[in-house]
């Protein structure tokens, strides 16, 4: 019996504390593990794909990439530079480091907008501050991503006090189940 896939977990800006959602997710199950980065709070692109380039690399299997916010822009800039040892990506609440009130993430800017190698899911909440509903369609379409609006929760993060995020994990089983991805 092969070995399951890897889910590794790509928090954004600052990390994700214990009641983050992704938090939640790496403590109910093994096979979610975080992609550690360096300087969480001083982020630059190439220390980030870099992380994520050698996490993905040292997996028995091509991992499933779970992102958050900022994280979903560095697997966004992993894509376009051609990495293909990935899954699939299943990214949540995408930053908008182009936004002027980001200005501690311009580094991650522009956001590429090449088709990913990989199936890649984008999911979004229409009340986000940091990324606009529409902006959201247009990564997803540029990803050839799916796409998924849930119900009013903000950034998706602590602060929108999800929990453990059912209809996040149903989404993300639901992703997987679709591709094969076990």
């Known amino acids: 019996m092969r070995e399951p896939v890897s889910l590794l977990t790509v928090p954004g800006y600052t990390n994700a504390g214990p009641h983050h959602w992704m938090s939640r997710w790496e403590a109910d ?53 051609g990495e293909r040892r990935v899954a699939a990506a299943f990214l949540v609440a995408p930053a908008d480091v182009e936004q002027a009130n980001l200005s501690a993430l311009r580094d991650f800017a522009p956001v590429p907008l090449a088709r990913f190698a990989f199936p890649v899911c984008v999911v979004a909440s229409p009340d986000d501050p940091y990324l606009g509903i529409g902006r959201a369609k247009e990564f997803a379409i540029a990803w050839g991503a799916e796409f998924h609006a849930v119900a009013p929760c903000g950034h998706i993060n602590s602060d929108s006090n999800l929990g453990s995020w059912a209809t996040g994990r149903a989404l993300l089983d639901n992703f997987l189940h679709r591709h094969r991805i076990e």
């Open 29 to 81: 199950e093994p096979r979610f593990r975080r992609v550690q980065q360096r300087d969480w709070d001083h982020p630059t692109r190439a220390e980030w794909t870099a992380a994520l380039a050698d996490a993905a690399a040292v997996e028995s299997r091509p991992p499933v990439l779970v992102a958050h916010s900022l994280g979903c822009i560095a697997i966004a800039h992993l894509a376009a530079a």
